[in-house]
């Protein structure tokens, strides 16, 4: 059981590009979520979704958008990349039904902008 | 709104001493708590959560942590820390009347334990 499957694992982008980071479950869970991880910071919400095709704006969303066509799919695209969005990024699904279900991660993605 | 607070960046503890993490939280009803950690250049795990009933919650990998309402504190617990304990560690709160989105992590304790 693969569990959350992020692609890829290290990525440099120059200011100004755009690219698409993936993330994939097969634990059919309803709930997705991207995070980014600073230091000193915890974690922050980015955007998430509770089924295929609805989506949400979490607690900083400028600069990102998502797309949830599929239950199993839930890609983060940088529009413009900004040196402020370095950062490491998580992706984190759960079960439907309670907001109570723990959060189950991928292993990351660390983007680098310069 | 919603905060957590984890007042330490660092807790040092040699092996086989009992380990403490802690939390504080804010929410304007009331809580679901979380504890996750973090090993090097891996994801987030769950450790244990609390949601209602007994005050003391026991987790994985020998965990347990004291749900405290009058102190809203949340803290975590091993009576005998392991080297591999060594990771860091955050506490997350969401208020059972927000929606799904709103689960607020800590900064986040970074745990070392000596041999």
């Known amino acids: 059981n693969a569990g959350v499957t992020q692609t890829p694992k290290f990525q440099v982008l120059k200011t100004g590009q755009s690219m698409t980071l993936q993330c994939a479950q097969d634990m059919n869970h309803e709930y997705m979520s991207w995070y980014r991880q600073d230091p000193g910071m915890g974690l922050r919400l980015i955007h998430y979704?509770?089924?295929?095709?609805?989506?949400d704006q979490g607690e900083v969303p400028n600069g990102y958008n998502v797309s949830r066509s599929t239950t199993e799919d839930f890609p983060l695209r940088l529009l413009s990349a900004a040196p402020s969005q370095k950062s490491v990024y998580f992706c984190?699904?759960?079960?439907?039904?309670?907001?109570?279900?723990?959060?189950?991660f991928g292993n990351g993605t660390r983007l680098t902008v310069t | 709104a919603q905060s957590v607070a984890q007042p330490e960046d660092q807790v040092n503890v040699a092996e086989g001493n009992p380990l403490t993490v802690k939390c504080t939280y804010s929410?304007?009803?009331?809580?679901?708590l979380f504890w996750y950690v973090q090993y090097p250049n891996r994801g987030l795990q769950f450790l244990l959560k609390?949601?209602?009933?007994?005050?003391l919650v026991k987790g994985s990998y020998g965990f347990e942590a004291e749900f405290n309402k009058s102190q809203t504190s949340f803290h975590l617990k091993k009576p005998s820390a392991l080297v591999s304990d060594s990771a860091l560690y955050f506490c997350?709160?969401?208020?059972?009347?927000?929606?799904?989105?709103?689960?607020?992590f800590g900064a986040g304790t970074q745990v070392v334990v000596t041999p």
């Open positions: 984190a699904s759960s079960t439907s039904g309670t907001v109570n279900s723990p959060l189950h």
């Open positions: 979704s509770v089924g295929a095709g609805i989506t």
């Open positions: 929410v304007s009803g009331n809580p679901y």
């Open positions: 609390y949601i209602t009933g007994d005050n």
């Open positions: 997350a709160v969401r208020d059972t009347t927000d929606s799904w989105g709103k689960l607020q």
